[in-house]
């Protein structure tokens, strides 16, 4: 059993509401029901208070989040460990309903069936997957998407930590903004050469740059080496790759959004050509499709 593999439940929980946009889906049984997943024993449990309690905790998952997004390590590890005592893990051989060819019970493991609810069953087992994740891939892993107003978390799993958006539409959405505010400042800075000669706003020639959405992933050379001599072999190429046979395969968001700017350039220099406004739909589509071909 992988245990970090249940930090997806933190994240799940934590994007159950967006609260820049002003959005929660928590709001019924069934959504806690949603959150378990099929199969989930603990789910026949849920009750209606469950969706109180999980947003409690959700405010206090997010506040790791955002601790570690801050670098705030220490910060992101004592919340954690403060909802590890909190909601401890009871582990438990389970053999359930599920039966292999010879008739026998699939033994598994349960890691928190005797928690006193459907939500203490989560939260001890969301932390505890988070709880490894963190210690195994480190603090920096856990991020908040940076692309305004989405504020989502999620657990970067690139190989060059290069992660920075929950998903592949945010990517796109801040690398396509980006963009054209760099079109703006170009078009600004070609009227101001033409025209009379006016006060323009400085550029800064490197903030410029750091938002071309063609730019290699960036990385922050001030920002000091975190490693930890303790830990174990996080960086190990040869460490198999964590696979989750449920999950749906994980994309590079960068990968995506490179392509898909490629493909909206293009569209818009044909634009611009008739002078047009054109919508991204289609592209948003092509990149995709690139995207896909890329990452495999
Ligand atoms: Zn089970
Ligand atoms: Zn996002």
């Given at each position: 059993?992988?245990?970090?593999?249940?930090?997806?439940?933190?994240?799940?929980?934590?994007?159950?509401?967006?609260?820049?946009?002003?959005?929660?889906?928590?709001?019924?049984?069934?959504?806690?029901?949603?959150?378990?997943?099929?199969?989930?024993?603990?789910?026949?449990?849920?009750?209606?208070?469950?969706?109180?309690?999980?947003?409690?905790?959700?405010?206090?998952?997010?506040?790791?989040?955002?601790?570690?997004?801050?670098?705030?390590?220490?910060?992101?590890?004592?919340?954690?460990?403060?909802?590890?005592?909190?909601?401890?893990?009871?582990?438990?051989?389970?053999?359930?309903?599920?039966?292999?060819?010879?008739?026998?019970?699939?033994?598994?493991?349960?890691?928190?069936?005797?928690?006193?609810?459907?939500?203490?069953?989560?939260?001890?087992?969301?932390?505890?997957?988070?709880?490894?994740?963190?210690?195994?891939?480190?603090?920096?892993?856990?991020?908040?998407?940076?692309?305004?107003?989405?504020?989502?978390?999620?657990?970067?799993?690139s190989?060059?930590?290069?992660?920075?958006?929950?998903?592949?539409?945010?990517?796109?959405?801040?690398?396509?903004?980006?963009?054209?505010?760099?079109?703006?400042e170009?078009?600004?800075?070609?009227?101001?050469?033409?025209?009379?000669a006016r006060?323009?706003?400085?550029?800064?020639?490197?903030?410029?740059?750091?938002?071309?959405?063609?730019?290699?992933?960036?990385?922050?050379?001030?920002?000091?080496?975190?490693?930890?001599?303790?830990?174990?072999?996080?960086?190990?190429?040869?460490?198999?790759?964590?696979?989750?046979p449920g999950?749906?395969?994980?994309?590079?968001?960068?990968?995506?959004?490179?392509?898909?700017?490629?493909?909206?350039?293009?569209?818009?220099?044909?634009?611009?050509?008739?002078?047009?406004?054109?919508?991204?739909?289609r592209?948003?589509?092509?990149?995709?499709?690139?995207?896909?071909?890329?990452d495999?």
């Amino acid at each position: 059993m992988e245990l970090a593999y249940y930090s997806d439940y933190a994240v799940r929980l934590v994007n159950s509401e967006e609260p820049a946009r002003g959005v929660d889906t928590l709001t019924s049984a069934d959504a806690v029901r949603e959150l378990f997943g099929n199969g989930a024993q603990a789910a026949r449990r849920i009750a209606d208070a469950d969706v109180t309690r999980l947003r409690s905790v959700r405010a206090r998952l997010r506040a790791v989040f955002e601790a570690a997004n801050e670098d705030d390590e220490v910060r992101a590890v004592d919340l954690l460990n403060a909802l590890l005592i909190e909601f401890p893990v009871s582990p438990q051989i389970s053999g359930h309903e599920f039966r292999d060819d010879n008739g026998r019970p699939k033994w598994h493991m349960h890691i928190a069936d005797h928690a006193v609810n459907a939500s203490a069953t989560y939260t001890a087992t969301a932390c505890m997957g988070l709880a490894v994740h963190l210690t195994e891939y480190g603090v920096d892993r856990l991020g908040i998407c940076q692309a305004a107003p989405c504020r989502n978390a999620y657990l970067d799993t690139s190989t060059n930590r290069s992660r920075r958006y929950c998903s592949d539409r945010c990517a796109t959405r801040a690398n396509v903004a980006a963009y054209r505010a760099r079109k703006r400042e170009e078009r600004e800075g070609r009227e101001g050469r033409e025209g009379p000669a006016r006060e323009r706003p400085r550029t800064d020639s490197a903030a410029a740059s750091r938002t071309d959405p063609l730019a290699p992933p960036r990385t922050n050379p001030d920002a000091p080496a975190r490693t930890n001599p303790d830990a174990p072999s996080r960086t190990n190429p040869d460490a198999p790759a964590r696979t989750n046979p449920g999950a749906p395969p994980r994309t590079n968001p960068l990968a995506a959004s490179r392509a898909e700017v490629t493909a909206y350039r293009a569209n818009e220099d044909r634009g611009e050509e008739r002078g047009e406004e054109r919508s991204t739909g289609r592209t948003a589509e092509a990149a995709q499709e690139s995207s896909a071909t890329a990452d495999r």
